[in-house]
């Protein structure tokens, strides 16, 4: 059972890239799906997270209307578009796997998260 995150990069400010998160072993649809962020030394941070199963979405407040978090309706992938990047947002990213709706117990409470994938690494720099 393996959670991988995809599709980081350096991109300069202003930029977009679209982070991926595939599952391998289980059925990724099956769980609601959170997206992290990590700066050494810093607290993980919930970025974003779609539910299991009404697909509803909470984006944290530093990347909300700039970060937007979708599921593919055949394999299940989850995507995390980001636009309008800033520096702010370097971090390595990470998704994790939860069995509740996303609303439940807070959309970023670190303890309902049980499978983390791999981070990326999402450089924003000029």
């Known amino acids: 059972v393996q959670l991988q995150a995809s599709g980081g990069g350096l991109v300069q400010p202003g930029g977009s890239l679209r982070l991926s998160c595939e599952a391998s072993g289980f059925t990724v649809r099956s769980y609601s799906i959170g997206w992290f962020r990590q700066v050494l030394g810093k607290e993980r941070e919930g970025v974003a997270c779609i539910s299991n199963s009404d697909g509803s979405t909470f984006e944290g407040d530093s990347v909300k209307g700039r970060f937007t978090i979708s599921r593919d309706r055949g394999q299940g992938t989850v995507y995390l578009q980001m636009n309008n990047l800033q520096p702010e947002d370097t971090a390595v990213y990470y998704c994790?796997?939860?069995?509740?709706?996303?609303?439940?117990?807070?959309?970023?409470?670190?303890?309902?998260?049980?499978?983390w994938g791999q981070g990326t690494q999402v450089t924003v720099s000029s």
């Open positions: 994790a796997t939860a069995p509740y709706h996303c609303s439940a117990y807070g959309p970023f409470s670190r303890w309902k998260y049980r499978t």
